[in-house]
């Protein structure tokens, strides 16, 4: 027997008390952006994949909250849609390449233990602070979309 649902997933959540519509922000084309680079030459599951994204999300917030000047730059992100721009990078060569063109931006290191699916010391998701659109390097416009 099926259950017939009487009411949209938006008018369920409109009556959860940990809801709020506030959380749904407009995305702004001039917003800075989260990019997030993930290592495909470690043939990494989708589920690990986002654990290790949610790894890299969580540790570059943590860094740009702990000062005044990159809490500006967090509200900017955060008021104009939080967008997240997940790109692969298909080799470790083009990895160190995208780092040493990349040296002066603010970024986390996601490094895995190697306790499921890579040796450990992997390197496998790089976050960068979010930037505006005319701070994206060159080697980062050019890759893909994971």
């Given at each position: 027997?099926?259950?017939?649902?009487?009411?949209?997933?938006?008018?369920?959540?409109?009556?959860?008390?940990?809801?709020?519509?506030?959380?749904?922000s407009?995305?702004?084309?001039?917003?800075?952006?989260?990019?997030?680079?993930?290592?495909r030459s470690l043939?990494?599951?989708?589920g690990?994949?986002?654990?290790?994204?949610?790894?890299?999300v969580?540790?570059?917030?943590?860094?740009?909250?702990?000062?005044?000047?990159?809490?500006?730059?967090?509200?900017?992100?955060?008021?104009?849609?939080?967008?997240?721009?997940?790109?692969?990078?298909?080799?470790?060569?083009?990895?160190?390449?995208?780092?040493?063109?990349?040296?002066?931006?603010?970024?986390?290191?996601?490094?895995?233990?190697?306790?499921?699916?890579?040796?450990?010391?992997?390197?496998?998701?790089?976050?960068?602070?979010?930037?505006?659109?005319?701070?994206?390097?060159?080697?980062?416009?050019r890759?893909?979309?994971?």
């Amino acid at each position: 027997m099926f259950l017939i649902l009487t009411m949209s997933i938006t008018e369920t959540l409109l009556e959860c008390t940990d809801y709020s519509d506030r959380e749904v922000s407009e995305c702004t084309e001039d917003g800075p952006r989260m990019y997030l680079l993930i290592n495909r030459s470690l043939n990494l599951s989708p589920g690990k994949v986002c654990a290790q994204v949610g790894h890299g999300v969580e540790e570059i917030t943590t860094k740009m909250l702990q000062s005044r000047k990159r809490r500006k730059r967090w509200k900017a992100y955060t008021s104009s849609g939080s967008t997240k721009i997940a790109l692969k990078v298909n080799s470790e060569a083009e990895i160190v390449s995208i780092l040493e063109e990349t040296k002066n931006l603010m970024k986390a290191y996601v490094i895995d233990a190697g306790r499921t699916q890579c040796p450990s010391g992997s390197l496998t998701v790089i976050a960068y602070i979010p930037l505006y659109a005319h701070e994206v390097p060159s080697s980062i416009k050019r890759l893909k979309l994971y």
